[in-house]
Structure formats: structure tokens, C-alpha cells
């Protein structure tokens, strides 16, 4: 019993650490910028986040070919809407998400600053899009936006033009 309290008291610490990234909390704020009616007002940060995970077995059950659903395109968009605005806050230049995606669910990301692509993304398997863990969602998310930051000073005069 001792050992699943402290599993459960370790997840719980991991969550704590991946919700207080500046990642989940910019993801945390778009997706109650979102919320029109108040319906998700009383959920916690952990709860709104819970449709963007997916376990290995949840994985598992979906058919490897399949189309995207609605809910499934809107958490793909705001996730890379998210990495746009966590760039936006860092450089200090917007960032806007271009996606072009098949019925099938194959098709490619772009987050371009001015004139310069500062990421670029083939997606593949839409209808699977989800993350391990709410810590894999942080450390994703956050290796995009430093990624697009490394480019941005790299080319900082096309990033503004």
C-alpha cells in the first residue's frame, strides 16, 4: 500500500512541477480563454489538460489509420497556437501557427516570425495527437518554443522584417 501512495504522491509532485512550466501555464490560460459559457470554471489546471494526454494504451486502442475528429483538430491547434504565443512572450515577435492537414490526418505546421520559418513540423497520425504525461506536454512544448527561439537569434533581421 506505501508504494502506491508514493507513486501516486510522486505523480502528483510531477504534475505540480509541469503545470508551474511557463509552457502549461501559457496552454492553461489559452485554453480557459476558450471557455465562452464558464463550463470549465470549477475544473483544475490538471483537469483542462487532460484531453491533451495519451497513454501508451489509450494509444493503443485507437486504429492506426483513421480521421481526425473536431475535438481532437482543436486541441492540435491550440497546442501550436500555445507554442506561438510562448514564443511570442519570449522574443517578443508573433508567431503564427500555419497548418495544412489531410482529412486522413497527415500534413505539416509552420510557426513563421516576419519572414522567417522558426519551426517546422510533418504531422502524421493526427487522431493519435497526445503526450505521455502532463511532464512529456511541458518538455514537448517547451523544446518547440526554444528550439524556434535558437533560430530567431540565429536570423534575428529576417525574424523582424
Known sequence: MGTLTGIANGRAVNEDRALATPFLRCLIRLVRAQDTHGAWESKCDADLLAAFILTKE?????????????????????????VGLAIEERAGLVASPLMSISHEGFGRVLLTTGRLVVLSKTLRDVHRFGFETLGKLAEVGTKMVDDAIAVIDVYPNVARA
Open 58 to 82: 489509450q494509444r493503443r486502442k485507437i486504429p492506426i489509420i483513421g480521421d481526425p475528429d473536431p475535438d481532437v483538430l482543436w486541441r492540435l491547434q491550440t497546442f501550436y497556437t500555445c
